[in-house]
């Protein structure tokens, strides 16, 4: 059943390849030719100095072996004596020293590229193994294991920031899988986190029955821990804020996001979702971009945004679909305003006060919101 979430984790290879980070460049130049084409220059430079130096003294002559007549010079011109010639010698010597020092620190940092690109290699190696390592997980039979893949992507994504949006890609992919959820007849009445809990403690002769329970309790803690990760603040290396969430034809069977920090930087999509049990945004911050439901159905499934924070973001139910829609009481209580952030269907804002950015109405059971601070 989950062979296309294994399929999706081949696709994410070329983002977890950047788990630890930019690529560190590998030297494009053999280090022995470096070290060569330096000295080479060394030896260039140290002649353009002594000439430059032997022409700023005035082109002296070099003082004559003993028994050798000097070579007749003009009258300005001066004479080097073997003390200055040898001085002269010292300072060329000295360049190319610096030089040499220049080849040594080349070959330092060279060394350090190199263990730079060692580690690299090796992190990402260990990166994609854990990666491909949840994806074979996350297609197991059992849902305990399944559960334990889960989480595993949850590490890797706030270990790896840079491949954490493809492990939340992967989250979201199993969300979208196709789905049965349970009928009314089989609800007993656990909260999310009772359901969550309890994918720990799955038989294996439970999954093997098929048991609707325990998928649920498997995407109920994917969205918990997508919750739990939205409450970081944004000066948390770990938080998940930012980043964008695809449930586009999802079926949810109730879903708690109550405190998540939701904002612009990251798209949140409910298109053409299929809404079967409570979805929960109640305090919510909506700090800014929407959070979009278009084509969303509602098929015994409310939505709840008490005491939600509209700060700039939007939650957008305009377009659902209607084709079998709740009733306008339950969308929003009649004679309430709405608050500016919260876009409602046209059968749901006839009658409707005029917008309202401070409000918090009753609790009827429907779709609720308000402002709290």
């Known amino acids: 059943m989950l062979l296309a979430a294994v399929l999706l984790a081949g696709g994410r290879r070329r983002k977890i390849r950047m788990a630890v980070g930019r690529r560190p460049r590998t030297p494009a130049m053999p280090f022995l030719v470096h070290v060569v084409l330096l000295l080479v220059v060394a030896a260039a430079v140290a002649g353009v100095v002594g000439v430059l130096l032997w022409r700023v003294l005035g082109q002296p002559a070099v003082g004559t072996a003993p028994g050798r007549q000097p070579t007749p010079v003009a009258p300005t011109a001066t004479t080097w004596s073997a003390q200055e010639a040898l001085d002269a010698v010292k300072i060329v010597l000295t360049v190319v020293g610096g030089v040499g020092a220049v080849v040594a620190l080349t070959a330092s940092y060279r060394r350090q590229r190199l263990s730079e690109v060692e580690a690299y290699r090796e992190d990402t190696k260990v990166m994609l193994d854990r990666f491909c390592k949840s994806a074979e997980l996350l297609g197991s039979p059992e849902s305990a294991v399944r559960t334990a893949s889960v989480y595993a992507f949850a590490a890797l994504a706030n270990d790896a920031p ?132 278009d084509g969303a159905r509602f098929a015994g499934g409310g939505i709840s945004l008490t005491g939600a924070n509209f700060n700039g973001g939007v939650v957008d139910l305009s377009r659902i679909d209607e084709g079998q829609p709740p009733p306008a009481s339950e969308l929003w209580p009649a004679r309430h305003p709405v608050p500016v952030g919260l876009r409602l269907p046209p059968s749901a804002l006839r009658g409707q006060p005029a917008l309202h950015p401070h409000h918090t109405p009753p609790a009827p059971g429907g779709i609720t919101a308000g402002h709290s601070g």
């Not at 821990?225 to 970081?232: P, T, Y």
């Not at 944004?234 to 079926?251: I, K, L």
């Not at 809404?275 to 800014?288: E, L, R």
Request: include cysteine; aromatic fraction near 10%.
């Open 162 to 293: 840079e491949a954490r949006q493809g492990c939340i890609d992967v989250l979201c992919a199993y969300l979208r899988q196709p789905y049965r959820s349970r009928s009314e007849g089989d609800r007993f009445g656990a909260t999310s986190q009772d359901q969550a809990g309890q994918a720990h403690a799955t038989t294996d002769r439970a999954d093997a029955g098929g048991d609707p329970r325990q998928e649920r309790s498997v995407r109920l803690t994917i969205i918990r821990l997508i919750r739990d990760n939205l409450h970081l603040p944004d000066d948390d290396p770990r938080t998940w804020r930012g980043h964008d969430f695809n449930f586009s034809g999802a079926v949810l069977d109730g879903a708690d996001f109550s405190g998540a920090t939701f904002n612009g930087a990251g798209a949140v999509t409910f298109a053409d979702a299929t809404i079967t049990g409570p979805i929960s945004f109640d305090g919510a911050t909506f700090a800014s971009g929407t959070v979009s439901f």
